[in-house]
């Protein structure tokens, strides 16, 4: 919706400037500009969708600098989560585990989701970021547990920062914070481009694993 309110704004003001312009030189408006008005927002929107769903994360563009491309992370990521979060009965941590990352993103936008084989993180706010040739990948989420572990895991908020290496992207690895206060590291290394898992038994099986 936001979008297509932008495309109609610059269209608009694009229609505007033609018929002052005209208004200016031949002293009367031309109100047959007016008629091109839908026409125009149907090619922008549908220029705007192509290059915004598709387009922009062709690895020909995706290598060209200095233009604002945002690095393509989409697809359904495979990796371990590592908890520092110490059992105070047993003053151990827990054993690293296997878990995936789908990243869905767009030109415009992203959206994360980290699943275990014990809860689903979705993200709230997400963006990828370059600064000084470095790409990141940040985001805030809200963890929700399965049922069956809901006595010792609690719903919670967090955030993600991820380092992005490669391009294309080859490696996803950073840290996580919540608001239980614990920690730990993230480190995705396999990635599926064209699937985006619904949940850990459909993530494990692109990778060719049980749930």
């Known amino acids: 919706?936001?979008?297509?309110?932008?495309?109609?704004?610059?269209?608009?003001?694009?229609?505007?400037i033609f018929m002052v312009s005209a208004w200016v030189h031949d002293g009367k408006p031309d109100w047959s500009t007016l008629k091109l008005?839908?026409?125009?927002?149907?090619?922008?929107?549908?220029?705007?969708n192509i290059w915004d769903f598709w387009l922009w994360r062709l690895t020909w563009i995706q290598k060209i600098p200095g233009v604002g491309i945002p690095r393509s992370l989409r697809g359904t990521w495979k990796g371990t989560l590592t908890s520092f979060w110490v059992d105070p009965a047993t003053g151990s941590s827990p054993s690293s585990k296997t878990v995936y990352l789908v990243v869905q993103q767009?030109?415009?936008?992203?959206?994360?989701?980290?699943?275990?084989d014990e809860s689903k993180s979705t993200s709230a706010?997400?963006?990828?970021?370059?600064?000084d040739g470095s790409?990141?990948?940040?985001?805030?989420?809200?963890?929700?547990?399965?049922?069956?572990?809901?006595?010792?895991?609690?719903?919670?908020?967090?955030?993600?920062?991820?380092?992005?290496s490669g391009n294309p992207a080859r490696r996803l690895k950073g840290h996580y914070w919540t608001d239980r206060d614990s920690k730990g590291e993230l480190?995705?290394?396999?990635?599926?481009?064209?699937?985006?898992?619904?949940?850990?038994?459909?993530?494990a099986e692109l990778f060719g694993e049980t749930a």
Not at 1 to 16: D, N
Not at 107 to 116: D, E, I, P, Q
Not at 144 to 151: A, N, Q
Request: overall charge positive.
């Open 135 to 164: 790409v990141m990948l940040t985001y805030m989420y809200l963890n929700k547990p399965d049922l069956r572990v809901e006595h010792r895991s609690r719903i919670h908020h967090g955030s993600t920062v991820f380092d992005v």
């Open 187 to 203: 480190d995705f290394v396999e990635r599926d481009k064209k699937n985006l898992a619904d949940d850990f038994a459909e993530a």
């Open 125 to 131: 706010l997400a963006n990828v970021s370059e600064a």
């Open 106 to 116: 767009t030109a415009s936008m992203v959206s994360v989701k980290l699943m275990t």
């Open 1 to 16: 919706m936001k979008k297509t309110i932008a495309i109609r704004v610059i269209v608009g003001v694009v229609v505007g």
């Open 37 to 48: 008005f839908s026409t125009a927002v149907f090619a922008c929107t549908v220029l705007f």
